[in-house]
């Protein structure tokens, strides 16, 4: 499979998208060193509905497509961005394994065109996602590709989306790597989905 979300750099690191080089760096020696000592670390972001998936090799992949430009922008696209109450409410929510709530709080708090909606929404079809791995749900699939559509056809989630970006990584962040990741986002869809249907 070319991308797969149970493989995504920042979920075998336990981390969020706004997470710093230093952090990255940090998280990944920590895993690697407690692997050796046969202790399976667990993480605040992990959201429960997957096992085995973190490894030395696993962690090490994730550290080098977080160092590329190209390859760490598809990472934090298809990732969960931590940045208030409500999104720290839904990690609480993962903790219990409650998808069923934090699919709740998440969608109550998309309503709206601003940026915070932008990345609830975001984050609601990327948690839909995640759950269609185990679960078949046909409502789920309908809404996650709804909210999709609805994001990659809004002019307004792009220029979020790149400010935000920006912010979190204004040193590999060019207007070039954003713009090229745009124009192929639809088939980093296709693989996520295409990989659900080979599970179902």
Known sequence: MAFSLKNNAYHVLGLDTTSSERDISKRSKE???????GDSPEYDMDIGLFKDFR????????????????KRIIENFFWFQISSGIDEQVLGLFKLKDHLNAIRIWKN????????????KKNLAILY??????DEDKYYLQDSLALW?????SNKFWSSFTKVYKLHDEQTAS???ISDFEKH????????????????
Do not use: M, W
């Not at 490894?55 to 190209?70: G, I, W």
């Not at 996602?129 to 185990?134: I, K």
């Not at 559509?149 to 056809?153: A, D, Q, V």
């Open 31 to 37: 895993i690697i060193n407690r692997l050796k000592a």
């Open 55 to 70: 490894t030395e090799d696993s962690v090490r992949d994730a550290l080098q497509r977080l160092q590329s430009p190209k």
């Open 109 to 120: 708090a998309s309503e709206g065109q601003g940026t915070k909606a932008f990345f609830y």
């Open 129 to 134: 996602a995640l759950v269609l791995s185990s």
């Open 149 to 153: 559509k609805e994001l990659i056809e």
């Open 175 to 177: 207007a070039a790597i």
């Open 185 to 200: 986002v639809v088939e980093y869809l296709s693989d996520i989905y295409t990989e659900l249907h080979q599970v179902h």
